[in-house]
């Protein structure tokens, strides 16, 4: 396997995305090739949402189950109205799987990581859309083995 750093982040927002894979996992996105991040009924991770702008990364992490990043999205579509949502008032986007982690990096290991104790994963640890620095982007793929 070549050694790599990640898709190029120069230029782009970073963030991590929550999902519980026994709703919707990481092999259901590679499945479906393209899918809809909708759901969110929080007021700061839908502000999040209608930041983000087609060609973003963000790293796909399995909450409740697993606790680990997983491998990392981008946004194929930006600005979308949730479409569960029937006032239409919460935002959504489309993410198309990047890559698998060749070693999802678990919470645990995050946790244990002082340089990334300011990430808003732990900081603010229920919001299921969150910013990502970039300098803790690349800890993150080193901590994944620096492949992909």
Do not use: C
């Not at 990640?6 to 709703?23: A, F, H, Y």
């Not at 949730?82 to 290991?109: C, I, Q, R, S, Y």
């Not at 900081?123 to 300098?135: E, T």
Request: negative net charge; without cysteine.
């Amino acid at each position: 396997m070549t050694k790599i750093k990640g898709p190029d982040i120069s230029g782009k927002q970073l963030w991590l995305m929550k999902s519980e894979p026994d709703v919707y996992s990481w092999d259901d996105l590679v499945a479906e090739g393209e899918g809809t991040w909708d759901g969110v009924r929080n007021h700061l991770a839908a502000r999040n949402l209608r930041t983000m702008q087609v060609g973003d990364l963000a790293f796909f992490y399995h909450s409740n189950i697993g606790k680990e990043i997983v491998g990392i999205a981008t946004i194929s579509q930006g600005g979308l109205t949730d479409p569960t949502d029937p006032e239409g008032k919460w935002a959504a986007v489309k993410v198309k799987p990047v890559v698998k982690l060749a070693h999802p990096v678990t919470l645990k290991t995050i946790k244990d990581t002082p340089e990334l104790a300011e990430m808003e994963l732990l900081r603010l640890s229920r919001l299921s859309v969150s910013a990502v620095r970039p300098p803790e982007w690349a800890l993150l793929i080193d901590m994944a083995g620096g492949t992909v």
